[in-house]
C-alpha cells in the first residue's frame, strides 16, 4: 500500500486541524472505525476523537500527543515530511531524513538470521577443526601417579 505523504512543519501548533483531517481521511479510507483504532493503538477513543477534530484543549502535554499521532500514523501508513528540515538538508547537499535507509522490521529479522546462521556454520567448523586436531594426537604425556 503507497503510503500518503503529510507536510508537516516544525510547529505542529499551526498544523493541527490538518493533522487531524488528514487522520481521519486516511482512517475512513481504510474503513477503520475510532473503536477498532483505539484498541489496536491503546488510545483512548475520547483522543483519537479530539485529534480528528483539531481540539487541543480535550488533549494531553505535546510530548504525549506527538507520540500518539506517531502510533496513529504509522499504523495508517501516513508518512510525515518535516518541510523545513527536508529543505534546509536538501540546501546544504545532505540526505533529507525521510530519504535516507531505514532498518525495518524485515530486514532486521533478516540481518539477525544471517547472523545467527553464519555462527552456527562458524561453530561447526570449529568445532570440526578441534575433534580433527585432538584425534591426531598420541597420548605422548605420561600420567603421573600417585606414589
Do not use: C, W
Not at 7 to 12: A, E, K, R, T
Not at 64 to 92: G, P, Q, W
Request: charged share 30%; proline share 2%.
Amino acid at each position: 500500500m503507497k503510503k500518503d505523504r503529510l507536510d508537516v512543519l516544525s510547529d505542529i501548533h499551526k498544523n493541527f486541524k490538518a493533522i487531524g483531517l488528514a487522520i481521519k481521511k486516511a482512517r475512513e479510507e481504510q474503513n477503520i472505525s475510532i473503536v477498532f483504532l483505539s484498541d489496536a493503538l491503546k488510545i483512548n477513543e475520547d483522543y483519537l476523537l479530539a485529534i480528528e477534530k483539531g481540539d487541543k484543549s480535550s488533549l494531553p502535554e505535546l510530548v504525549y500527543v506527538k507520540a500518539m499521532l506517531r502510533k496513529i500514523f504509522e499504523r495508517l501508513n501516513i508518512e510525515i515530511v518535516d518541510t523545513e528540515a527536508h529543505h534546509a538538508s536538501n540546501e546544504k547537499g545532505n540526505i533529507p531524513k525521510d530519504e535516507s535507509k531505514r532498518v525495518t522490521g524485515k530486514s532486521f529479522y533478516l540481518m539477525i538470521s544471517l547472523l545467527s546462521l553464519t555462527a552456527i556454520i562458524l561453530g561447526a567448523y570449529s568445532t570440526r577443526f578441534i575433534l580433527l586436531f585432538n584425534s591426531g594426537l598420541d597420548n605422548k604425556y605420561e600420567t603421573i601417579s600417585a606414589p
